[in-house]
């Protein structure tokens, strides 16, 4: 019995690794990422995350978020620009984004027509060394 309850203990700690979200095809410096990516931006969310009714082939809720350019480093000459991604729910790099939270550096891909982001591509900005050091490569 012992036995049985520790094969399932394990078997769910491996399922849950298995389910996590993982960044690493997300590599290199942020000039590379910034030549991969569609565009590149700061911007402040001026709406909430909402969902769009939209499920991938996964059976994630998309969401829609629209940010407020505040400096631009790519191909968004626009003030506002509309990004999706999928609902964050930890499994599949999805991401949220709170009104008036940020700022948020965002990398978008154009994916079926759609400038889409997740959490391996966006980097809230904030005072601590990493932040600092891609922004300074950046800029």
């Known amino acids: 019995m012992k036995l049985t309850a520790l094969i399932a203990l394990l ?3 491996f399922t849950v690794n298995a389910l996590a979200c993982s960044c690493a095809e997300i590599r290199g410096s942020a000039k590379e990422v910034l030549a991969d990516s569609t565009t590149a931006f700061i911007g402040i969310p001026i709406t ?4 769009t009714g939209v499920r991938s082939e996964w ?6 978020t629209t940010f407020k350019v505040v400096k631009n480093f790519k191909a968004s000459n626009q003030s506002e620009v509309e990004v999706y991604s999928t ?3 930890g499994a599949n790099c999805g991401t949220y984004f709170p009104k008036n939270s940020g700022p948020v550096l965002v990398f978008t891909y154009m994916i079926d027509g759609k400038l889409e982001t997740s ?3 966006t980097l809230p900005i904030s005072y601590d060394t990493y ?6 490569e950046l800029l």
């Open 11 to 13: 078997s769910l700690a």
């Open 87 to 89: 609902k964050g729910n």
């Open 48 to 51: 909430e995350s909402t969902e």
């Open 119 to 121: 959490s391996c591509s």
């Open 59 to 64: 059976g994630e809720e998309e969401t829609k």
């Open 131 to 136: 932040s600092s050091e891609v922004l300074l």
